[in-house]
């Protein structure tokens, strides 16, 4: 049962234009969602995340949407870097009560290559 | 440097063998985790812990068994119940009971069974 769906595992872009990763989840009770970038034979780094109680969150070249109708959230990157190939993990987890539990439920990724 | 270590980077195991990965972090965090990652799979909760002396199982612990003895040290001892340990196995800790907190990883071990 698979809670947290990332159903692109691959993008190719060109260096400079936008990249769109996409992850949709299935559990209505978890309330913050994250963003991690992971190269290969190293540990995630945290990228960007989002409350549930906003839309859209920025930070730089990166931008998280959220959708809590559709059960959906999307980060793009604008411009594109070569640097920026990497897998993309989307990450979803509980708050209650103001309290957040760190313990996340992830996607299986995006393996996305930008192109100079 | 505050963060999360894990060692060794690269371990062997024969077949039959209990391992133990070691998880050290300095960070203060009180939550503690175990992850496993496999090709096209994503990365899926083993253990965690969120204060010292108790754990829960995650989604697949069976063949996995932990200690939290220390807030700093989470190990994670794969035994030889655990019909396929060859993966690369990640750690993270967080802050817990705090809002909109983010978990920190270690760099990871991969284990191959031989």
């Known amino acids: 049962d698979q809670q947290v769906k990332q159903n692109s595992p691959s993008l190719s872009v060109q260096e400079g234009r936008i990249s769109i990763l996409n992850c949709d989840y299935t559990?209505?009770?978890?309330?913050?969602f994250l963003w991690y970038k992971k190269y290969p034979a190293e540990g995630p780094t945290f990228l960007i995340s989002?409350?549930?109680?906003?839309d859209k969150n920025e930070d730089g070249r990166f931008t998280v949407f959220l959708n809590k109708s559709a059960k959906h959230l999307s980060l793009h990157i604008v411009p594109s870097q070569p640097g920026d190939s990497a897998v993309y993990f989307c990450?979803?987890?509980?708050?209650?009560?103001?309290?957040?539990?760190?313990?996340?439920?992830f996607g299986q990724g995006t393996i996305l290559t930008v192109h100079p | 440097d505050g963060g999360i270590t894990q060692s060794p980077k690269y371990l062997f195991r024969k077949e039959g063998q209990n391992v133990t990965l070691s998880c050290e972090q300095n960070?203060?965090?009180?939550?503690m985790y175990w992850y496993r990652q496999d090709p096209g799979q994503g990365l899926r909760l083993i253990y965690y812990?969120?204060?010292?002396?108790?754990?829960q199982k995650g989604d697949i612990a069976e063949g996995y068994s932990v200690s939290r003895e220390k807030k700093e040290s989470f190990p994670l001892t794969v035994t030889s119940a655990q019909k396929n340990p060859t993966a690369f196995y990640l750690c993270?800790?967080?802050?817990?009971?705090?809002?909109?907190?983010?978990?920190?990883f270690g760099q990871g071990t991969r284990l191959t069974v031989v």
């Open positions: 993270a800790s967080s802050m817990w009971g705090a809002l909109n907190t983010e978990a920190f």
């Open positions: 559990n209505s009770m978890f309330d913050y």
């Open positions: 989002i409350s549930s109680i906003k």
């Open positions: 990450a979803a987890s509980l708050e209650a009560g103001g309290t957040s539990y760190g313990k996340l439920t």
């Open positions: 960070l203060n965090h009180d939550a």
């Open positions: 812990s969120q204060i010292v002396n108790d754990f």
